[in-house]
C-alpha cells in the first residue's frame, strides 16, 4: 500500500475520529500539523451539523473543510462552498406523515441551526451534542418556507432500522433515506450524500480518488467510502461499511484513524 501520494484525507466523526468519550485524541491535533506541512488537506464528513463539527475541532476549524449534514453542506473558513437543500413544499408535506411514527423525533437540519417542535427534555438533552446551534418551535410545518432546509433527521431510542426504515421505505424513490446510526435515519435530496460531497471537494482541488483517504464506521459513509482508493473501515464498523472498505484500521477508541495517519506521514517522510 502506497501511501506517498496521498493528498486529502476525509473522516466520519462519530464511531471514527471521535472516540467513546466524544472526543478528538490530543495526538490527532499533533499529526494535523504534520499533514499541514506536507500539504495533506483534511476533511470532517459527518451527519452532524456545521457547529458541531467545528466545536470538536475548533483548534483547527478554520484550516480544514466540514461536510455537515450528510453532505447537505460543505464548508471551508466558514464560507460555504455547497448547500444542497429540499423543495421546501415537499417537506411540509412530508412532516404529518413522519409525525405518525412511533416513539421518533423530527428534526429539521438548516444551513445554520436545527429546528425541533418536542418539548421531550430527555430527548433535547442528548440532541444537543449533535445540534448545538437549534431552535424550538412550536410546529415544524411553518419553518422550511423561511429556513432553508438541508436534511431531516429522524431519531427513535431504540433502532432506527426497526422502527423508522419500515415507515419511511415507501419514500426512497423520492428522497435519499440513510440510517446513519443505531437511532438515527436521515433524510436528504436523492443526490446529497458525503459521496457526492467528496467528489466535489475532489473535482475543486484537482485531487483523484487515488490521491484520497477514507474513514467512516456507518451506513451514511458507504458513497464516500467508494470514492477514494484508500477507503478504511473502522473495526467497530456496520458490516455494510466492512464489506465496501477496501482496508480495515483499529476501532474508534483505540486511535484506529491516527494509526493510519501515521502510516500516511511516514510515506511521505521517506
Keep these: 500500500m502506497d501511501l506517498s501520494n496521498v493528498k486529502m484525507i ?27 506541512a506536507h500539504k495533506i488537506h483534511f476533511v470532517a464528513a459527518s ?10 475541532l475548533y483548534p483547527i476549524k478554520d484550516q ?10 460543505i464548508k471551508k473558513e466558514n464560507k460555504t462552498l455547497l448547500l444542497q437543500t429540499f423543495d421546501p413544499q415537499k417537506v411540509v ?16 437540519c438548516g444551513e445554520h441551526k436545527a429546528f425541533i417542535e418536542t418539548k421531550n427534555q430527555r ?10 446551534a437549534h431552535e424550538l418551535v412550536q410546529d415544524l410545518t411553518t419553518i422550511p418556507n423561511h429556513n432553508p432546509i438541508i436534511k431531516i433527521a429522524l431519531y427513535h431510542s431504540e433502532s432506527s432500522e426497526k422502527f423508522i426504515y419500515p415507515s419511511v421505505k415507501q419514500f426512497e424513490d423520492v428522497f435519499l433515506l440513510k440510517i446513519s446510526g443505531k437511532n438515527w435515519l436521515d433524510i436528504s435530496n436523492l443526490n446529497s450524500n458525503k459521496g457526492t460531497a467528496i467528489k466535489f ?3 475543486k482541488m484537482n485531487i ?17 467510502l467508494e470514492a477514494a482508493t484508500f477507503s478504511f473501515a473502522m473495526k467497530n464498523a456496520h458490516e455494510e461499511v466492512k464489506k ?12 484506529g484513524v491516527e494509526k493510519i495517519i501515521e502510516q500516511v506521514l511516514k510515506a511521505h517522510t521517506n
Excluded: C, H, W
Excluded at 123 to 132: A, K, L, P, T, V
Excluded at 208 to 224: H, I, K
Excluded at 244 to 255: D, G, K, Q, V
Design 10 to 36: 476525509v473522516s466520519d466523526m462519530d464511531g471514527t475520529l471521535l472516540n467513546s468519550e466524544e472526543e478528538v485524541s490530543p495526538l490527532f491535533f499533533d499529526q494535523f500539523e504534520k499533514l499541514k
Design 47 to 56: 451527519g452532524r451539523q456545521y457547529n458541531s463539527i467545528a466545536q470538536k
Design 64 to 73: 480544514i473543510t466540514i461536510v455537515g449534514e450528510n453532505g447537505g453542506v
Design 93 to 108: 408535506e412530508l412532516i404529518p406523515v413522519l409525525r405518525k411514527i412511533k416513539n421518533t423525533f423530527i428534526i429539521l
Design 123 to 132: 430527548f433535547i438533552d442528548m440532541f444537543q451534542e449533535y445540534y448545538s
Design 201 to 203: 471537494l475532489q473535482e
Design 208 to 224: 483523484t480518488p487515488e490521491q484520497t483517504m477514507v474513514f467512516g464506521d456507518y451506513l451514511n459513509d458507504l458513497e464516500m
Design 244 to 255: 465496501t472498505a477496501r482496508f480495515m484500521t483499529e476501532n474508534n477508541s483505540n486511535l
